[in-house]
């Protein structure tokens, strides 16, 4: 796997343009990735415009549909905002704190036997500007905005792009598959019309 | 870093906004912004400063309308700021206030938004349920150790951020709210949600995670509007668990019992206030063959309901006598199972959000 050359990405718009190369590639370099990610410092009159939040629930917030390889999107947690327990159907996660601090709750995929409490492998507090990376293969996480105070924003990238994924009840380890939706694209509101059995929970 | 004054002069400002943000101010002097500045100013900004006191004298921005004090060293909010009689906004988070540091007259401002999140209240002060236009009130990660009964003064909240507190009760009062669309109630020390929660008819969002719950009332089906809920991390109960406790009820209750089952009409005129408020909390008793009521002697029973076919939930019923059974079971023997609740259609609380 070849890196491409190490720019630093001053603006958004010029991480953007980064990871469309990056991602002509059919294979990627996590690290490399990662680190492009970590280099570009969070500005936020550059992400303003995405950054739309909803009083009652974190929101999702499409910016770049990166030639069909990959989405890059923004998303809103006001204080007290979490997820459920997700997968990633099989693509790779990046998340990048642009504002405020996240938890990450990282959980095994519960086995087939087990009928009880899904246990926590690990927990961390993601910092303003760094970079966490998951798949499938390394497990299931929750994210949280724990603060009573502060919002948070945080910016992701999902190669390849999917549309569902897989919710886990943490008592029972239970799942679900829900269908994700976009509450803007490309700056613009994108109310969705939603079916009775679908819920947005990622 | 620039110093208090001579900041004053080289802050923009635009249209009828003052942002003294992040500027290090140890003190905040009005008389640096001229009168006709003061005048024309509707929002202005100081947060994320030094400031250990707000001026009385910010009272001469008569025309303020949002505030922000949030992110300073604020022990007191000053007597002059109930004179800015057209605020609707005051965000004063990240402050040291507590109960003790609201003016006397806090209560007679016009506010829409207060947030004192980020404080040492350890109550809501009085002044604050007097603020009959407020729609949206925060008070989280502060030291609450309880609701007080008077929050259903304020008629007009819509949001209520209690989040990350001491709290250990919720307040049937709460229920009186007749516009709350969004409760946080997340990260504090409750073991038992209220059934009269259930006459929140508004109530779109529910946050409830990381409490004491073991199960929650059986009413809580009856919240149509409701799209979120968050239970996580709560010891909800996951084995059956048969408990019959029967206290015999008592005078008060039967009187009750007696004036509402047979709908003997009541006003405030006929007694006490607080007798009037007990009737109105009277509960219906879920046996559909019992067209009885009861206050707060019941059985109580928790039992298993399949939501949406998605999620067990325990949830107590409660029934006025042991004699009574409850609406999902017709053989009283199969208790012990969880039973498909036919009453909960399945577009209720689609989003339940317990993972």
């Not at chain 2, 001469?60 to 700021?81: Q, R």
């Amino acid at each position: 796997m070849e890196q491409t050359e190490v720019v630093k990405p001053e603006t958004l718009d010029e991480l953007i343009a980064v990871l469309h190369k990056i991602f002509e590639s059919d294979t990627i370099n996590v690290e490399e990735v990662q680190n492009i990610m970590e280099s570009y410092e969070s500005k936020p009159h550059e992400w303003t415009k995405y950054a739309k939040f909803d009083q009652y629930r974190y929101t999702r917030n499409l910016v770049d549909e990166g030639n069909g390889k990959f989405n890059l999107m923004i998303l809103c947690w006001g204080e007290g905002h979490g997820s459920s327990i997700h997968d990633h159907t099989d693509s790779h996660c990046f998340l990048k704190l642009l504002q405020g601090q996240l938890k990450e709750t990282l959980f095994d995929w519960p086995d087939r036997k087990s009928h009880g409490d899904m246990v926590q492998k690990s927990q961390r507090i993601l910092q303003e500007n760094k970079v966490a990376y998951i798949n499938d293969s390394i497990g299931l996480h929750r994210v949280e905005n724990v603060s009573h105070t502060e919002c948070a924003v945080s910016l992701h990238l999902y190669s390849p792009p999917f549309e569902t994924c897989q919710t886990f009840d943490q008592r029972t380890g239970h799942k679900n598959t829900v269908k994700m939706t976009f509450w803007s694209k490309h700056g613009e509101r994108t109310p969705y019309v939603s079916n009775l059995s679908e819920s947005d929970l990622k | 870093m620039e110093s208090q004054e001579g900041a004053a002069a080289a802050v923009a400002t635009r249209d009828c906004v003052l942002d003294f943000s992040r500027l290090s101010l140890n003190t905040f002097n009005v008389n640096n912004v001229s009168e006709d500045r003061r005048r024309d100013t509707r929002q202005l900004f100081l947060n994320y400063n030094r400031l250990s006191s707000l001026p009385s004298s910010v009272s001469l921005f008569c025309n303020l309308e949002f505030l922000d004090i949030s992110n300073n060293g604020l022990t007191a909010i000053c007597e002059g700021i109930t004179r800015l009689t057209k605020l609707k906004t005051l965000l004063a988070k990240n402050n040291r206030l507590d109960e003790f540091s609201l003016p006397k007259e806090f209560g007679s401002l016009q506010l829409e938004v207060l947030n004192f999140s980020g404080n040492r209240f350890q109550e809501i002060p009085l002044q604050c349920t007097k603020l009959l236009r407020l729609q949206s009130l925060s008070i989280g990660g502060n030291r609450l150790k309880s609701i007080p009964a008077e929050i259903e003064y304020l008629t007009s909240l819509e949001m209520l951020y209690l989040g990350g507190n001491l709290i250990s009760d919720i307040p049937p009062e709460l229920a009186h709210l007749p516009y709350l669309t969004y409760l946080v109630l997340c990260d504090n020390r409750i073991q038992s949600v209220p059934p009269q929660l259930a006459r929140l008819h508004s109530l779109r969002s529910l946050s409830l995670h990381n409490n004491l719950l073991t199960y929650l009332p059986r009413e809580i089906l009856s919240l149509v509007h409701m799209q979120e809920l968050s239970l996580r991390g709560n010891p909800l109960v996951v084995r059956f668990v048969k408990e019959m406790i029967y206290d015999p009820p008592s005078l008060l209750e039967l009187a009750g019992r007696t004036i509402k089952s047979r709908n003997i009409p009541y006003s405030p005129y006929d007694m006490p206030s607080n007798l009037v408020r007990y009737l109105d909390l009277a509960s219906k008793c879920p046996n559909p063959k019992c067209a009885g009521v009861y206050f707060d002697s019941c059985v109580r029973q928790i039992k298993f309901v399949d939501f949406c076919g998605k999620y067990r939930l325990p949830l107590m019923h409660y029934l006025c006598s042991p004699e009574c059974t409850s609406p999902c079971s017709s053989n009283p023997q199969s208790d012990a199972e969880s039973e498909e609740e036919n009453s909960v259609p399945a577009d209720r609380l689609q989003r339940v959000l317990l993972g």
